[in-house]
């Protein structure tokens, strides 16, 4: 059975475009709007990672990673961004993501990251 990974953007384009990029690896994936849709929906399925955007309402992507890593500890989460990761890495030094991707990411920026955390 394929690794699902869920993908958390409140931008739907860019969520079904990383979605069709996991499926040229073989990655079934499940899509989420915003944090809370991610915690419930992590509640309720096994996933091998969590990609999220920092940017969202309602809750960031650096407070889900928060969230993520209390509660599903062992679950690699990778942040997206379309801000450098310089500018970003100070917000997580409390609790640090296992990847980071910077847009506009490219075809083999996923699959180095799969590689390196799946």
């Excluded at 931008?11 to 709007?33: H, K, T, W």
């Excluded at 970003?88 to 296992?98: F, G, L, M, R």
Aim: hydrophobic letters at 40%; zero cysteines.
């Amino acid at each position: 059975m394929a690794k699902s990974i869920l993908i958390v953007d409140d931008n739907p384009n860019m969520s079904s475009l990383l979605s069709e990029m996991l499926e040229v690896f073989d990655y079934q994936s499940v899509r989420a709007s915003d944090g809370s849709d991610a915690l419930d929906k992590l509640s309720d399925t096994e996933f091998s990672l969590v990609i999220t955007d920092m940017r969202m309402p309602n809750m960031t992507g650096l407070e889900l990673l928060r969230e993520v890593k209390g509660r599903f500890p062992d679950i690699p989460v990778v942040l997206i961004s379309g801000y450098a990761v310089s500018d970003v890495q100070d917000d997580t030094e409390s609790v640090k993501p296992d990847g980071f991707l910077a847009k506009p990411f490219m075809m083999s920026d996923i699959e180095e990251l799969l590689n390196s955390l799946l």
